[in-house]
C-alpha cells in the first residue's frame, strides 16, 4: 500500500465516522426530550458497563499474568537453591557456576540479595562472587525505571558490589528522585569512606522529607573523621539550617569535644529556635560550667523551645545555686518549661526546695512531686 492510498484510506474512515456522528445528532434533534434524555442515559450506561467489563477482563489478564510469573519464578527458585547451598558448603571445591538465562539474570541477582542479607563473612563473599557477573546489568539500569525500583538497585549494589561498583553510586546523587539520592547517600556514608562527606553534604539539605533523627544518626555513623567539616557546616550561617541541625545532632552523638564552643557562637546568634535547641543539647550532654553564664540568660527566652533545653542544660552544668533561677521556670506560662525546671533541680539536688515546693499550695505541686517520687524510686 502506497503512502497515498494509505492517506485515502485515513480519510474515507475519517468521513464515514463524520457521517456517522452527523446521523446520530439528527436522530437525538428529532426526538422529544424526555425520549432523548432517555436514550442518552441508556448509552450512557451500555458505555459504562462495556468499559467495567473492559476493565474487569484486564484486572483477570494481570492476575494470570503475575500467576504466571510467579510461578516460573518459583520454580527458579527452587533451581537455584539447591546449587547456591552447595557453594556455600563446598568448602573450596570448584563446582559449576550457576546457569542463568539472560532474561533472569535480574531475577537472579534479586534472589542472591535476599540471600546476602542473612550471611556475613566467607559465606558472603560467596554470594557475591555468584553476583559479579551480573552487576553490570544492575549498574545500568540505575538510570532507568520508577524511583523505588532504582532506590532498590542501588542498594543491592551496595551489598553484592560494593565498592567495586561505587561510581554509579556516586552518580546516582544526582539524581532528581530524593528516594534514589537519599538511598546513595546512606550507601556512601560509610564508616571506612570517611571522604565521602564532601559528596553528601552538598545533597543533604534535598532530604527535606526525611526524619532528623536518620540523617543525624546516618552522619554520626560516618566516624569522627568527619567531625571538622559537621563543624564548618554548623558554623556557617548561610547553610541550610536542616543540615545544621542534623550536623549538630550528629556531633552531638559523635560526643565530640570541640562542638560545645560552636554551639555556643551559634546560640549567640539565635538564628533559628530548632537550631538553638539542638546546641543547647550539646551544652546539656558536653558543656561545662563556663557555659553557665550564657545558659542563665536563656532560661529567660521568649521561646518556648529554647526555655525548655535550656533548663534542661543548666540542670547539667549548673550548681546549686542556680535552683532559685530554675525554681522561677515553675511559674512559666508552659507546663513543659515548668517540668523541665523541676527536673533540672533534681539533678542539681535541690531536694530541699523541692520539698518545700511539694509541700506548697502552688498550682504545679504535683510536678515537684512526680520528681522527687521519680528520684526516689532510682
Request: with cysteine.
Amino acid at each position: 500500500m502506497t503512502s497515498e492510498n494509505f492517506l485515502q484510506y485515513l480519510e474515507d474512515i475519517w468521513g464515514w465516522v463524520q457521517n456517522r456522528g452527523e446521523q446520530l445528532f439528527s436522530h437525538f434533534e428529532k426526538l422529544p426530550r424526555l425520549e432523548m434524555a432517555l436514550q442518552v442515559l441508556i448509552l450512557t450506561i451500555v458505555f459504562l458497563l462495556i468499559l467495567t467489563l473492559i476493565i474487569a477482563m484486564g484486572v483477570v489478564l494481570l492476575r494470570i499474568k503475575n500467576n504466571v510469573i510467579a510461578k516460573r519464578y518459583s520454580r527458579l527458585e527452587q533451581s537455584w537453591e539447591g546449587q547456591i547451598m552447595d557453594f556455600l558448603s563446598a568448602d573450596g571445591v570448584e563446582l559449576t557456576p550457576v546457569e542463568v538465562r539472560k532474561a533472569d539474570r535480574l531475577f537472579f541477582v534479586q534472589y542472591l540479595y535476599r540471600f546476602a542479607s542473612r550471611l556475613r563473612g566467607h559465606e558472603l563473599q560467596i554470594i557475591k562472587d555468584l553476583a559479579r557477573p551480573h552487576l553490570p546489568m544492575v549498574a545500568r539500569k540505575l538510570q532507568s525505571g520508577y524511583p523505588e525500583l532504582r532506590a532498590r538497585n542501588i542498594n543491592i549494589l551496595a551489598t553484592l558490589g560494593f565498592p567495586e561498583f561505587i561510581d554509579p553510586i556516586i552518580e546516582a546523587l544526582n539524581e532528581d528522585a530524593p528516594i534514589v539520592k537519599m538511598a546513595a547517600a546512606r550507601i556512601l556514608a560509610d564508616r571506612n569512606y570517611p571522604e565521602h562527606i564532601g559528596l553528601i553534604m552538598p545533597v543533604l539539605s534535598s532530604f527535606d522529607e526525611w526524619s532528623m533523627n536518620f540523617l543525624a544518626s546516618m552522619l554520626a555513623g560516618m566516624g569522627p573523621e568527619i567531625a571538622y567539616r559537621l563543624r564548618e557546616e554548623l558554623q556557617n550561617p548561610e547553610g541550610s539550617v536542616r543540615v545544621r541541625i542534623a550536623s549538630a545532632e550528629a556531633l552531638r552523638r559523635m560526643g565530640d569535644l570541640a562542638a560545645p564552643d560552636i554551639a555556643v557562637q551559634v546560640l549567640e546568634f539565635g538564628q533559628d529556635p530548632e537550631l538553638s535547641a539542638s546546641c543547647l543539647k550539646i551544652l546539656r550532654d558536653m558543656g561545662t560550667p563556663r557555659h553557665r553564664p550564657l545558659l542563665l540568660g536563656l532560661v529567660a527566652s521568649p521561646v518556648e523551645v529554647i526555655r525548655i533545653h535550656a533548663m534542661s542544660a543548666l540542670g547539667s552544668v549548673g550548681s546549686i545555686k542556680d535552683s532559685n533561677t530554675l525554681r522561677q521556670g515553675l511559674d512559666d506560662p508552659s507546663a513543659w518549661v515548668a517540668l523541665q525546671a523541676v527536673r533540672s533541680m533534681g539533678q542539681l539536688n535541690a531536694i530541699e526546695l523541692l520539698e518545700d515546693i511539694a509541700r506548697s499550695d502552688h498550682p504545679r505541686v504535683a510536678i515537684a512531686r512526680q520528681v522527687l517520687a521519680e528520684r526516689n524510686h532510682l
